[in-house]
């Protein structure tokens, strides 16, 4: 079967070295191009290649099923990891290698055998990871009715009386950590609701959210240059700010109309004041608690830019205990701005980054995390927040990954308690979108999470203040979802 594709997003070239579910790497003969066989993600597994000139660094992200322009012809034999077992899996690789002439040209012998050898590897161990962390899905379904202090009474008693799977440990250094739990019936209302690009907790740990309406982000929304094609149609009329309760998931509050056109990023700080970006109007909103003028308003409305008094798209803020912010900036700049309580700007850290889409802070470490969504990859750094002689500069690396963060897929948006990070991923096949729970320093794998029903887009995510509840919201379809933490 073949298929034709077009070029989708840029990419690193030592990705095949990295990326997670990475089966092989091989240079074809004839274009001597670096080709890496990519599982996206956890079944069902789909594959995606990505390719470059060898010595340059690729620019060609494909995915198979998608059509290529221009196109050269791909031939390509669906392979699932999870049917990857024993001779089932060793024949099933071997119709690809039949197909990889038409791909590899005079080295497909060697790459069939070295990759035919990687697969028998990796069978074994594949198979009992998937087998382990399946168990422990469907006994944590079982769990998430119950209340945090029960969970914690039956976490301490022996495997043998309650049959819980130990939770995976990415290594030996790094604690294991509990998956999150989903909170099965919540909301207890159907939410009316547009895309849903926010989410932050509120000083009781109440869920807020931030919406558009009925208005949608697609091709026609804005020119190649940054600018908001439909300004003539006004603010959003629907109110865009809902807060939900956090034990039933019902209606609190609700405000925000006539005062965004595209909003993006949310956040509530401690003082409760409401912080709001608009990728359309490239400015970002400060709301004091209870009113709905803002306190504080960046960047010029409708008005692009990349100096000190613009934004271009902007899409996140985190704000300090002192008041101290910083911002994301965003889909056409790649940088971080550091503001104090007043707005003034204080410093800019600017970094190879593709989108900078989300933002948490960890003030007691003085680290503040990004998903650098095109990149796929989270990356820490410093926050300057602390002062003094010998302490860390803001924009200086945080943790062992430094600059080159760790790349762990299209992520999306992080959130932190502790020392754990938590990180929601997106993904253009269905049910491949997930979340994941990392180490803060080293930002290694702890454990993968789903709702039952899966993921759509999951576009944001928070932790409440307690550190007991995690809340996840998606563009499509419009949901939230509560998963518990302990």
């Known amino acids: 079967m073949a298929y034709s594709g077009t070029t989708r997003r840029k990419s690193n070239w030592a990705e095949c070295a990295v990326v997670p579910y990475t089966v092989g790497c091989f240079r074809t003969g004839r274009e001597n191009v670096l080709i890496v066989l990519e599982n996206a ?37 669906p392979f699932r990891r999870r049917e990857a077992k024993g001779i089932t899996g060793f024949l099933h690789f071997s119709i690809f290698c039949l197909w990889s002439p038409v791909i590899m040209g005079k080295y497909a012998n060697v790459v069939a055998v070295g990759l035919i050898g990687l697969l028998c590897l990796l069978d074994g161990y594949s198979a009992r990871r998937l087998k382990t962390e399946q168990a422990e899905i469907e006994q944590r379904q079982l769990l998430n009715i119950l209340p945090s202090w029960l969970e914690r009474l039956r976490n301490n008693l022996p495997s043998s009386l309650t049959g819980r799977v130990k939770p995976l440990s990415a290594s030996a250094d790094v604690p294991a950590a509990t998956k999150p739990a989903e909170v099965l019936n919540w909301p207890s209302i159907e939410l009316d609701v547009g895309q849903i690009t926010g989410v932050a907790v509120d000083d009781k740990s109440n869920p807020v959210i931030l919406h558009r309406g009925n208005v949608k982000w697609d091709g026609g929304s804005f020119d190649s240059s940054g600018q908001y094609n439909r300004i003539d149609d006004g603010p959003i009329k629907n109110d865009t700010i809902v807060t939900l309760d956090a034990a039933t998931g019902s209606l609190l509050d609700h405000w925000g109309s006539n005062l965004f056109y595209m909003p993006h990023g949310l956040e509530v700080d401690a003082e409760g004041n409401t912080w709001v970006t608009d990728v359309a109007l490239h400015q970002v909103f400060k709301f004091p608690k209870g009113s709905q003028v803002p306190s504080l308003t960046l960047g010029e409305a409708f008005v692009s830019g990349s100096d000190d008094k613009h934004f271009c798209k902007p899409t996140d803020v985190a704000v300090s205990s002192s008041g101290i912010f910083f911002v994301s900036d965003g889909y056409c700049n790649k940088r971080i701005l550091k503001f104090d309580a007043d707005g003034r700007l204080l410093d800019v850290f600017t970094g190879p980054f593709n989108i900078v ?21 989270i990356v820490c750094i410093h926050a300057g927040l602390k002062e003094g002689p010998g302490q860390a500069k803001f924009g200086s690396p945080y943790g062992p990954a430094g600059y080159k963060g760790k790349h762990v897929g299209r992520v999306f948006a992080v959130a932190a308690k502790g020392q754990q990070l938590y990180a929601v991923f997106g993904s253009i096949f269905l049910g491949m979108s997930d979340g994941k729970t990392f180490d803060l320093d080293s930002l290694s794998t702890l454990s993968r999470w789903t709702p039952a029903n899966g993921f759509g887009s999951p576009h944001d995510v928070a932790v409440s203040r307690d550190g007991e509840a995690m809340y996840v919201v998606q563009i499509g379809p419009n949901r939230i979802h509560k998963f518990a933490l302990e």
């Open 41 to 77: 993600g956890p079944a069902p597994m789909l594959p995606r290649l990505t390719y470059g000139v060898a010595g340059k660094t690729p620019d060609w992200s494909l995915d198979v099923l998608q059509e290529l322009q221009p196109s050269p012809q791909v031939f390509w034999m």
């Open 357 to 377: 889409h989300s933002l948490t802070l960890m003030e007691e470490k003085d680290a503040l995390c990004v998903a650098d969504r095109e990149n796929s990859r």
